[in-house]
């Protein structure tokens, strides 16, 4: 039996609120355990389910710091792991290059970094991913991960544009970005998705189920979930703490 299941460590666009943290999510296959983005206080959720050097590779969907502020940390974290004889081998990081001030700081002994600029897709042990170029404020990618008939996708944050459709088409579990509403005033709508467009792409897409992810700090969740169920036929979930996913 191959399992494939999402943990979702953070969902904040931005960053941590009332004890939850920005963008984290772990994949886990019979094989291999994947980190997507590293935001704010999603280590720390992490220390919750294994330890952070337990990890075969992390994949970041682009470089703003509500998506890779823990990495530095955990960078220590394989320093100790390696002093302890826990882990020998650098952990395989997939990440844009742009913006470079931002990229050469994970250039250390503890991680072998791969550019998402210059590949399209890879395999980590058991898992075939997929990454396509998407619209944001800087360069940012939308990510796609098959075991078998299994398969996961990942908006990153991005706005709305029609190649998205069939990058996801047909996925088991869509996790899109739903950033923007008219009542919130956490984000200028400038690269993102409200849930009405995370909605029309998951109707469009034809996929079997959708969390939204990426929520803004202020307004209401309620509304950005009612307003993806207005376009979306399947089920609509809201990421939340620490929720599991068979996918
Ligand atoms: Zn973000
Ligand atoms: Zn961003």
Known sequence: MMVLSLDILGFYGGFPVEGSAASGYLLTSDQAKVLIDCGSGSLLKLSHLQ??????????????????????????ALIVAKRR????????????????????RFETEQFQLHSLSSINSFNILDLQMSVMSVRHTI????????????QWAYTGDTAYFPELISFVQGTDLLLSEATVSAESKHSSGRGHMSGQEAGELAQAAKVKR???????????HQAIKKAAQNMFQGPVHLASEQSHWQI
Not at 59 to 74: E, G
Not at 139 to 150: D, E
């Open 139 to 150: 360069p940012a990618y939308a990510i796609k991960i098959s075991q078998g008939n299994k």
């Open 210 to 220: 959708l969390v939204l992810t990426h929520l803004p700090s202020d307004g209401s």
């Open 51 to 76: 330890a952070l050097h337990d990890l075969d590779a992390v994949i970041i969907s682009h470089l703003h710091n509500d998506h890779v502020a823990d990495l530095l940390t955990l960078d220590h």
């Open 85 to 104: 004889g826990l882990r020998q081998h650098p952990l395989s990081l997939y990440l844009p290059e742009q913006p470079h001030t931002i990229y050469q």
